[in-house]
């Protein structure tokens, strides 16, 4: 009974006298956390910056980045200060400020053998640069809008580039007189194109919702692509099959605002597939060399892998916010997402599952890029800045 009796004591009220009270403390409201704030630490918690280097050569947005095909850690930026950047991961001594445009640098191309550089910008000019010196070697002049895209031949310097006044140009920039070919037909901004991977024709696709098939020779149409078989709405974004594992290897994948995505064979002008699974507009598109696969990324958050031979998504992997961006991260499983958010996810193809996140940026992702040696992946963001990633963080790769 003594024992049950000292318990109730213990949970009894209990008081204090004056005399008990050693110390008093003056509490200034102003610092009391409030009450929606997490145990008085705020709710913004800077999140942890992952790169091993950051670019901030630009003063403003950057839009676009590539890297040479020849140079181990080369790389070029492009943004809205109307500037490019040339530059190398880990030599900050090493590096060119390209100017001369009038307006943001909305493209970016290496040659094929990487000695030079095509900046292309919605001033509706495209400088080429020699890669070694950082000095012009041509200007291409012709479209009278917006320089939409730009692509090299596979085999030479011959320049391709899409403008927003609905024409097509190439030029070759070894002549003098570098105007080969002014392709007309689109009636709207050309929004996505290239050559086929043997280079002997030349696919575009437009905010009219058609795809077309040239003659790079003759600037003669071969195909046009359009009506209820194929895309409702204008086209973001082309892709071209040059796969060992896929047997045509004269496809071109497409995707539309519309969220449909189709496979197109370039020979005979057909459609042979649709994937249907997007929701909303198909952003960004990119093939694997390994797999007969193909990813797809769009304004419904989701990043879709498809598998080609069968056309139906092998899986869907969700976002928080709009996927920008995709990279095949070279002939590996793995593909690597840029988000509205500003995070960088790399994700197992065999799985569907996230196996790293890269975070640094502040502000969304606009452009990715894999070094040619395979152990950097840069990012460019609305930040203003470059960043640069390891490729060995990612797990089991």
Known sequence: ??????????????????????????????????????????????EPDDSMHIFTGHSGEVYTVVSNPNEATMVATGGGDDKAFLWKIGQTN???????????????????????????????????????????????????????????????????AGSED????????????????????????????????????ICTGSDDASLRIWNPRSGETIHVIKGHSYHAEGLTCLTMTDSKNITDSTLAITGSKDGSVHVVNVITGKVVSSLTAHTDSVE??????????VATGGLDQKLIIWDLQHSSPRCT????????????????????????DGKVRVWDSLSGSCVRTFTGHSDAIQSLALSKNGDFLVSVSLDQTARVFETADIPNK
Not at 145 to 151: D, T, V
């Open 317 to 340: 992997c969700e976002h928080e916010e709009v996927v920008t961006c995709l990279l095949w991260l070279g002939a590996s499983q793995y593909i690597a997402t840029g988000c509205v």
């Open 94 to 160: 090493w590096g060119f400020e390209l100017q001369g445009h009038k307006d943001s640098v909305s493209a970016l191309g290496f040659s094929a053998d990487g000695e030079l550089l095509a900046t292309g910008s919605l001033d509706g000019l495209i400088q080429v640069w020699d890669t070694s010196s950082g000095k012009v070697k041509c200007k291409l002049e012709g479209p009278g809008g917006a320089i939409e895209w730009l692509r090299w031949h596979p085999k030479g310097h011959l320049v391709l």
């Open 284 to 293: 960004c598109v990119a093939i694997t060399p390994s797999f007969p696969w």
């Open 166 to 201: 609905s024409t097509v140009w190439m030029w070759n920039a070894d002549n003098k007189n570098p105007f080969l070919q002014m392709f007309s037909g689109h009636g709207s901004s050309v929004t996505c194109g290239d050559f086929t991977p043997d280079g002997k024709s």
């Open 1 to 46: 009974m003594n024992g049950h009796g000292d318990e109730e004591d213990d949970h009894g009220d209990v008081f204090l006298d004056e005399d008990d009270v050693l110390q008093e403390i003056t509490v200034d409201e102003e610092d009391l956390p409030d009450a929606d704030d997490d145990a008085g630490l705020g709710t913004d918690i800077e």
